[in-house]
T-cell receptor
Framework: EAQVTQNPRYLITVTGKKLTVTCSQN?????MSWYRQDPGLGLRQIYYSMNVEATDKGDVPEGYKVSRKEKRNFPLILESPSPNQTSLYFCASSPTGIKGNEKLFFGSGTQLSVL | AQKVTQAQTEISVVEKEDVTLDCVYE???????LFWYKQPPSGELVFLIRRNSFDEQNEISGRYSWNFQKSTSSFNFTITASQVVDSAVYFC??????????????FGTGTKLQVIP
């Protein structure tokens, strides 16, 4: 089954403790991205990746890191999480990212709470 | 800069009523795409429809219909004879190409629809 898999689904951590949210897709998509969803703000893009070893900032990249060492994986790293990063995070992918009409395939989301 | 406005934060309707979710967008591009995604209570995001800026033909899919009007920069979504399973948050989104030549998707803030049995 074609899917985007995110782990974990829920995560509670404390300020400053490094964490990684994993994302993997099995559709051979070149384009992957991370979004955060906050009440009243909708989904905002954090980072995106065009292909292996190619990433770029989205609208809200501060406090996050990403890497794309393999085509299927696109982990989101919070080196020193802070309470304002408490949010619902989504990973998404699309075939190429170079066509505006590509729909996004989303993971099931990660609810992160930073205490 | 591109922008998507969903002015209705929450809507409640009684089952079998029709409901329209509004979406207004801003863009300077002539080529762009509009999407609707559904987020049911389980949390995942599900693609519903996409429309390109050159195709203003309205679309109907079962109980769902979409009205794209370029003159008013709107892409409204109507559910006819609503059902409890329609209860979800609905996001309108605008897709353009960024300066690097890659897809840039801007989402609205979402409309939470509650269908009361």
């Amino acid at each position: 089954e074609a899917q985007v898999t995110q782990n974990p689904r829920y995560l509670i951590t404390v300020t400053g403790k490094k964490l990684t949210v994993t994302c993997s897709q099995n559709m051979n998509h070149e384009y992957m991205s991370w979004y955060r969803q906050d009440p009243g703000l909708g989904l905002r893009q954090i980072y995106y990746s065009m292909n292996v070893e190619a990433t770029d900032k989205g609208d809200v990249p501060e406090g996050y890191k990403v890497s794309r060492k393999e085509k299927r994986n696109f982990p989101l790293i919070l080196e020193s999480p802070s309470p304002n990063q408490t949010s619902l995070y989504f990973c998404a992918s699309s075939p190429t990212g170079i066509k505006g009409n590509e729909k996004l395939f989303f993971g099931s989301g990660t609810q992160l709470s930073v205490l | 800069a591109q922008k998507v406005t969903q002015a209705q934060t929450e809507i409640s309707v009684v089952e079998k009523e029709d409901v329209t979710l509004d979406c207004v967008y801003e863009t300077r591009d002539t080529t762009y795409y509009l999407f609707w995604y559904k987020q049911p209570p389980s949390g995942e995001l599900v693609f519903l429809i996409r429309r390109n800026s050159f195709d203003e033909q309205n679309e109907i899919s079962g109980r769902y219909s979409w009205n794209f009007q370029k003159s008013t920069s709107s892409f409204n979504f109507t559910i006819t004879a609503s059902q409890v399973v329609d209860s979800a948050v609905y996001f309108c989104a605008l897709s353009e190409m960024n300066s690097g030549g890659y897809q840039k998707v801007t989402f609205g803030t979402g409309t939470k629809l509650q269908v009361i049995p």
